[in-house]
């Protein structure tokens, strides 16, 4: 008799299947949590260093400002030049939007694009990440603190706790990064955020009909329902002539933006439109004197760079429940987003990003920012991700063309957008145009017309809502849809929260059933080769006679082990029932381990007991290649010894022709 | 140059991969729709049948007592007989002290043994489950309503209010069954329920000390540092009498069960035990007038059967929280017990167990029980499953062993047991034997000593502490101790609801972990073998040249997509910079999705990712056998086309080769 559990190749070679001593529990404990929290390695580059130098790296490591900042060179800085001051004539006009979106004062929306990203750029891990504030946080952050406060009532202690909901954010944000919770992060689908942009975007183009129709009197609710309930209601109010400028504005950003994607080469005709739109509104405005034709403007907007907010920070227990809320969704939220591209800007350009030192990045700048009259800033994400999208981020050719557009008109040397041309300085020559614009031009944007900017805030969510994404969803997985609807469905309709909320949920119960009813398979030979593959997959597989092969697949454990008992068993009995009629006796059962990444105790105990059910059947259980942790556990837990060595194969050829060895005995 | 995607095996025959257009919607969504709520098939048997066939197999399966009863014979009955009086000697007692332990009347426990084993007997679906009172949900629903009523104010309103929140109980569990929702109770694992049992015993006994040591007063909070307290607060009220004959009672019951430990065959000693008792306390109370000596008795027992008690239902929108709290818990908590322990009989006996249908059992059991003065009922627990796991319940011989001492006294005969000798008769057995009491023996319950309940309860309680069982769990697996300790402290030191909540929060946690962080590993050629296995697992393995053989496995999809990619390109790192120093470039990267389960939309874009991430570095990515779910949404979503159908193959050793020779190319 040849020897079990062995591999009997054609060769004559032998290959034993390893039952090696489990490792102990601090080397398994050490491996899932470097795998958990670190699963980037971060610090790959220590091995072997010496004590300075691992200083000096960690340093580098936890300051990237200290990585770049010594090789940076003069004509790096005529790219990062031109960037800086593309991105603050755009980051003027949204601070001033979303500012009003957020009901603040429009330059507390300018002082927020000055200190957060002269943060960023020394703690900033991402070269592609430009900072400033976000439509949505914008929104989130003013609903909830709304819902306490009202602005009109006390516009004051309203902007006080604005700035403490941002210092609750970014503490939150940087506890998240500092205890590497980035993983919390991963549970936001493409679907969800897919869902809850487009979502988000329709309440605030819903928004901002008020400006556009140059209504006096609105709904503070954000649902699509109210919004047109408040627009019937108020429809006296509608000045054409606002319309007409709004609409206008709109039609000049639409075809800046229609340029773009005809001549991308033209790319800066609608990166500076909504300066433009802003310039001409103030012109417009000053010379027509617009307030007649009830066109409101923005109003007196005071010189000078961001005073502190220190003092306005406001824990009254009163009203401190509200801020908590508005800081622990934003926190996630624009978490969400700033990760998400930067990760995808770092993926093109084959640059590893960690997550969580973004998010401590994020942190310390919510933080200052909170004490420097800022509110909630993050990765720009309305402006970036925008032609992000639309460009298909997912081309390379696309970071190419963005890098050319940029740095384009100034030089004509090749790109080499793989050396890193662009740097975190980028933040540093947006924060010094915008400390210029405060100390010198902003009384002149306090002629902006409210219509102006919303017409900008319209433009740029309109960008956001995308039908094809969804459609796409819809043709190859229904589930994704779902939960993609959901979240647009719920933030639409009901609130952001809800709408965020559902869509997670849902995700959630999708990766609770999918790991709750993981697929099994019955495999066949396929015919002259050594290869078992699905019966359904392939129909040509041919089954053995008096073995069922099933191939089962994820982790085994409570939460499915009932489940896969209760389908191992149907097997058999399926099998059975075919093979009855054909007088031929299933007398194997082999479980192929190879997919299954771990097991816990309840899965080993459903081992033991599909075993002694099938042994009932008079049926033998046969155990092919288990993977390493998955053998582990069936040693320590002695099911190795229960069932035998020699029922344990490391592949189905070796196990069948074992299995035969021993029918023929 | 040879086709590609295709198997080249030795002997020249060619297996293709299988690129069958995917199947619709429709096909996968009944198909997935079958696995998640019909995994155990339960109309396999109707296959084939004309429609009265099918009408009458549909009656005996919504209804089985249709089934069994038709050949239900005499010989049968008498062992049902004897099954029936064991239980029902152990029902009264358990009857009387649990309802106790819920602070309702004790008559009422009795009533809980008579009206639900009559129809649990009609719809039930285990042969091997016995129905009652259980002390776990007592104290569960005691809690909740005392949350909101004393029972000392109001005994009546209290008593209302239990029935309602055993109605509530009933219609969730029907709901559950009829919905087929039983997968909700797979997410209770094992760990969890050795600890959620372990702290409820424990609190449960230490609630008993106050009828050992006789007490007048004590605390109404369940937690043991309340207890202790409580204990040192009253320790003047202590009466030695009481303590004394607690303990001797204690210990002729502790003895007892020590017989049966020692001769399994004296098991009826241990099962008589807790009757012998209350008969002892009874005639002892009435001689020696226990009351001078401080020992409080049960007080007047009603003799007849179950009263009506539809109209003691109070739906008092006042109230009405508590009730549907307790409903809620107590049908998780008692459909898990019930229902874990129906299926460990019913596997033991190769009985597929139905736990949705079982769920449907249970649920009109506490319906109609709610309506004839009866509180939650489930399966019987405290006495069987206590043996279940003294005796090891997962050896046949248990159950075998279970049978012979229900069945050994009267009868000399083979024990058959895999012919299905018992049946849900015994159910009506020990109803009747309960209307017997109810009808004539009810005023003799009434000298039942307090301390003689404690004494009861505290010995059924001691043995579902499993000190065993959290050892070895802290042996085999670290996560699943804590999930079990987490459970236990709960319960132990907060509450019940928190106990359980905080252990299966846990227990997904984990769930959610295994999902997010699954194990990939680095394949290597097994020498002289076609087989290619983990190298950490199995160091003899060789690596390829310029090739990195990555195995992956689980699910791939949202919540762990960001770290399979990153974990991908860490591998790579790592690869190369080992192979740098050999000067050896890595080229080919080959992803074996054999142990893939399932991909989404998310998981898709990923691949699309990686292959990007690897192209920019010049490394290619090969596919190798891909299973039939995830290659229809590889096909569906265009990656099949994009990649090249001539990079997936059907085997690592088919792959390697078409690498090869491309490579020589």
Chains 1, 2 share one sequence.
Not at 170 to 189: A, M, N, P, T
């Amino acid at each position: 008799m040849i020897p079990m559990g062995t591999v009997n190749s054609d060769d004559g070679g032998v290959a034993k299947v390893s039952f090696a001593t489990p490792r102990t529990f601090a080397t398994t404990f050490k491996s899932d949590l470097k795998e958990t929290l670190f699963p980037d390695d971060p610090f790959h580059d220590f091995n072997g260093k010496t004590l300075p130098e691992k200083a000096k790296k960690s340093i580098k490591y936890f300051v990237p400002v200290f990585q770049w900042l010594p090789s940076y060179t003069r004509k790096l800085f005529m790219y990062d030049l031109l960037a800086g001051v593309t991105i603050a004539s755009l980051a003027i006009p949204q601070g001033i939007s979303y500012a009003k979106l957020a009901n603040i004062p429009p330059v507390i929306g300018l002082y927020s694009s000055f200190v957060p990203p002269l943060i960023y750029a020394v703690f900033g891990n991402s070269k592609y990440l430009a900072v400033g504030t976000v439509a949505s946080s914008s929104l989130i952050i003013a609903g909830a603190i709304e819902k306490r406060v009202h602005e009109a009532d006390d516009p004051q202690l309203y902007l006080n706790l604005i700035f403490t909901a941002t210092l609750i954010s970014g503490v939150i944000q940087l506890i998240l990064g500092v205890f590497r919770l980035g993983i919390l992060v991963d549970f936001l689908s493409h679907s969800t955020i897919t869902g809850f942009m487009g979502g988000t975007a329709t309440i605030i183009c819903l928004q901002q009909l008020k400006g556009i129709f140059g209504l006096k009197h609105f709904t503070t609710h954000t649902d699509v329902v109210s919004v047109i309930k408040a627009i019937f209601k108020y429809k006296h109010e509608i000045r054409w002539e606002c319309t007409l400028v709004g609409v206008i504005f709109l039609i000049f950003l639409h075809l800046a933006k229609m340029v773009k994607q005809k001549k991308p080469k033209l790319f800066w005709v609608a990166a500076i439109a909504p300066m433009a739109v802003v310039a001409i509104g103030c012109i417009f405005a000053y010379a027509a004197d617009a307030k007649k034709y009830g066109i409101a403007i923005v109003g007196p907007l005071k010189k000078g760079i961001n005073p502190s907010s220190l003092k306005n920070l406001d824990f009254n227990p009163k009203y401190i429940s509200a801020p908590i809320e508005a800081g622990v969704i934003t926190a996630f939220v624009a978490l969400a987003e700033g990760i998400a591209i930067g990760r995808s800007f770092a993926l093109m350009a084959n640059q590893q990003i960690d997550g969580n030192k973004e998010m401590i990045a994020f942190g310390l700048m919510n933080i200052v920012g909170s004490l420097t009259s800022c509110y909630l800033t993050t990765g720009f994400f309305t402006y970036i991700l925008y032609i992000f999208y639309k460009f298909k981020i997912y081309s390379l050719n696309f970071f190419k063309h963005l890098f050319v557009y940029f740095a384009g008109p100034f030089s004509k040397t090749a790109v080499n957008y793989n050396a890193g041309c662009k740097t975190q300085m980028t933040n540093v020559v947006m924060a010094i145009c915008m400390m210029l614009t405060l100390f010198f031009l902003a009384p002149l944007f306090s002629y902006t017309p409210l219509v102006a900017l919303s017409a900008i805030i319209m433009s740029a969510m309109l960008g956001l809502i995308e039908y094809e994404k969804a459609y796409h969803l819809f043709k190859t997985d229904k589930f994704d849809f779902l939960i993609c609807m959901a979240a647009f469905l719920g933030v639409a309709f009901i609130s952001m929260d809800v709408g965020l909320m559902l869509s997670v949920g849902l995700a959630l119960v999708r990766a609770l059933l999918y790991v709750s009813r993981p697929a099994s398979s019955k495999l066949g030979n396929i015919p002259d080769t050594g290869l078992y593959r699905d019966v359904e997959q392939y129909p040509g597989a041919i089954s053995i006679p008096k073995t069922l092969v099933l191939q089962l697949g994820s982790p085994i454990y409570f939460a499915n082990s009932s489940y896969i008992r209760e389908r191992i068993l149907r097997w058999v009995r399926d099998e059975q029932a075919s093979k009855d009629s054909q007088g031929d006796d299933v007398e194997y059962v082999l479980l192929d381990l190879g997919g299954v990444t771990s097991i816990d105790i309840t899965g080993v105990e459903t081992l033991f007991e599909i075993r002694r059910s099938l042994e009932v059947q008079e049926i033998k259980v046969v155990i092919v290649n288990p993977r390493l942790e998955v053998m582990e556990k069936l040693i320590v837990t002695n099911f190795v010894d229960k069932i035998g060595r020699d029922r344990i194969f490391l592949s189905i050829q070796d196990a069948i022709e074992g299995c035969k060895f021993s029918l023929e005995q």
